[in-house]
Structure formats: C-alpha cells, structure tokens
C-alpha cells in the first residue's frame, strides 16, 4: 500500500453469514447510542444523546474561535462567540437522529456504524438562527447553495477532506437552522461540537455539522463527498440515487420490566403494564401512535401527550396494556401529519440509511 486510495477502507456489505467486523466494534466503541431508558426524559441528558464523530474530536477553544461567512454575500463576516452571543439568544427543542439509525438489523448489512435503533436524542440547542447570520452579511442574487465546514478532517472511501454539509438556499433560510454554543442550558460537550455547532431540525443528524468554523454561499449546487456520495440511498452501485435529507416517522417504546442482560429480553408480571414511549418525524408533526403486543397482528392506538411548541421534537405516549402469562412481542408504529406512516418493515438500501424498521421488544410475562 503506497496511496491513500489503498489505504483507506471501502465501503461493503456483510458477506451471508458474517458478524460484526473489527471495524465495525472499533465504531461501536468510539460512538454510542441513547440507552431506550433515556425516553423518559423530554430532555436527553447530555450523556446519554446519541453521539456519532465521523473523524476525531477535535482540539478546540471557545476564547480564540472564529466562524467566517463568505461567499456569495454582500459583506464577507467573521464572528467570534462573544459578537454571535451579542446578537442574541434563540432556544429550540429539537430531536436527532442518525441517518444510519437501524442499519445493523438489515440483511445484507452495510458495513459501517453498526446502530440498532437507539441513535436519537432531543436536546434544547441555544444559538442565533442562521438566517439571520445569512442576512446579515447579504445574500447576493446569484446565491444558490449554503456549505457548512466543520474542523474534523479525515478519509473516506480514499477521499481526504473536512467534514461539510450542504443545504440549499431556501433550506438554510426556512428550516429555522440556528448556529449553537449551548446544549441544555451549558457549554457544547466536546463531542456535540463545541464552542459551536449548526442544528438542523427535522433533518438527519449529518446536516448538523459540528465545530463549525465556516459558512459558504456558492453559486452552484454542492457537490462534496458528505452530499453527494456518502448520503445517498442507492438500491445498487449503478443507481444515482437520492440525497438523505428529513427524518422518516419513527416510535419507540421504553422496554417495560427489567431484561436479561445478553439478550434484553424482557420480564413483567401479569396485570396492567403500562408502557410509554417517544414518536417523531422530521416531515411534520406526530398526529397517531399505535402499539400491537402480538407482533402486529392487532394494533391498539396509545394516548399522544399535548403537542409542544417545537413541533418536529419527538411527542411522548402511552398505552395501557393488559398482560397475560407467555410470551410476547412488542411493537409500534408512527404516523405523521403530512400522511407519512411508519413502516413494519423498511426498504433496504446499500447505506444502511432511513430504516425506520418498526420496534420489536420481545417480553415474557410471568
């Protein structure tokens, strides 16, 4: 090997049979996922949100840090934490998720972050909405696309770059995107982006880029790595595809009882059980929940709390069920006001990307 192209690991899928790779636990190991208990708090603590770093952390410093807009604008800017926090305060709930969420669970299985289904969180984001940023420097006519470096810099697939995401124009401005120093009232951890970060809501957690340190107006479509290559949901090598963009409707029960340890089966008493879970979509607001305990043979639709003012943060429920001795499965679906529905069974794609595979929680009930 005397090249980066030779170097660097290609993306694959697990032969018939294969189990999880080396790679993939050294992944597993560096990242992690919300433990199911978490759903009980309306606010993931910062320790237990969903934390995915494409590259390593990177060394960074609140007191010197700058963020430059350029570009495609009237007036080039460059903010230090100290003039962005002077322009104001905007706090907004907003739930992320992986765009891989689920991949582990799909046959063939991508090989890549091997998530199950506990890569979400909700977190209160406190910065200054990013269009104000873009106004204030001037968005010239010939503006169509907006580029969000951050300071992680790595390889993928042979390609050296610094993590970027793009999103259009008419997105940047209308998603009610904010750059944030703050998660739930403190300092950006480490790991969520610190000193600041964008938070995209309703979209896939890639859009967020971390330790952002500049934003770009360009003149045409963005056409990096994170966009075009790494984000697409593709049947096969040949199709073109179509970009990862909002989340898809997802529910997620809060397993009842206590589990065994290898397996996370669970155990609960017979009677009434009461189980409460979190929905979300990215498309629109949550408008029904329904919760099967015979595997989806019947469906029983729960109790939605009141809809919050962030209305793409995930909604709690809860259904009452009435446990008989045996065995049992779980499950539960979402369903969207824009007439999304969550699948049973998603589609499978080479990424491994927007599985929103129904929840199964296998329970015995003594």
Not at 89 to 111: D, H, S, Y
Not at 323 to 337: F, I, K, N, Q, S
Request: glycine share 10%.
């Amino acid at each position: 090997m005397d090249s980066i192209e030779e170097f660097s690991v290609r993306g694959r899928l697990a032969d018939t049979g294969e189990g999880i790779t080396a790679d993939e636990l050294q992944l597993a190991a560096r990242n992690h996922g919300m433990p199911l208990e978490g759903l009980r708090y309306d606010v993931t603590p910062p320790g237990l949100h969903y934390v995915l770093v494409h590259y390593d952390i990177p060394a960074t410093n609140a007191g010197d840090w700058r963020l430059e807009l350029n570009g495609c604008v009237e007036q080039p800017l460059s903010f230090g934490l100290t003039e962005l926090r002077a322009m104001g305060r905007r706090t907004i709930r907003v739930t992320l998720e992986c765009a891989g969420n689920g991949r582990a669970t799909l046959q063939p299985r991508p090989i890549s972050q091997p998530w199950l289904q506990e890569a979400v969180g909700t977190a209160e984001w406190t910065g200054v909405l990013l269009s104000d940023l873009l106004r204030l420097a001037g968005i010239r006519e010939d503006a169509v696309d907006v580029v969000f470096t951050g300071a992680d810099r790595g390889v993928e697939r042979g390609v050296v770059q610094d993590y970027q995401r793009g999103l259009s124009l008419t997105e940047a401005i209308d998603s009610g995107a904010i750059v944030a120093w703050e998660m739930n009232g403190g300092p950006l951890p480490p790991q969520h982006g610190y000193p600041l970060r964008l938070v995209v809501p309703g979209w896939y957690g890639m859009a967020s880029v971390k330790w952002l340190r500049s934003i770009e107006l360009i003149d045409h479509e963005f056409d990096g790595f994170q966009n075009a290559v790494a984000y697409v949901i593709r049947q096969n090598l040949d199709d073109p595809g179509r970009p990862v963009t909002r989340i898809e409707p997802r529910a997620l029960l809060m397993p009842p009882g206590f589990p065994d340890f290898m397996s996370r089966h669970r155990f609960v008493a017979a009677g009434t059980v009461p189980l409460f879970g979190r929905a979300w979509s990215g498309w629109a607001p949550i408008e029904r929940v329904e919760v099967s305990t015979d595997a989806g043979v019947n469906w029983h639709e729960a109790t939605l709390d009141a809809l919050g003012n962030d209305e793409l943060a995930w909604r709690a429920f809860a259904y009452d069920w009435e446990a008989t001795p045996g065995e049992h499965v779980l499950t539960v679906r979402a369903y969207d006001a824009s007439g999304r529905e969550q699948p049973i069974e998603a589609e499978w794609n080479r990424g491994g990307f927007s599985n929103n595979t129904a929840q199964r929680i296998t329970v015995l009930v003594t």
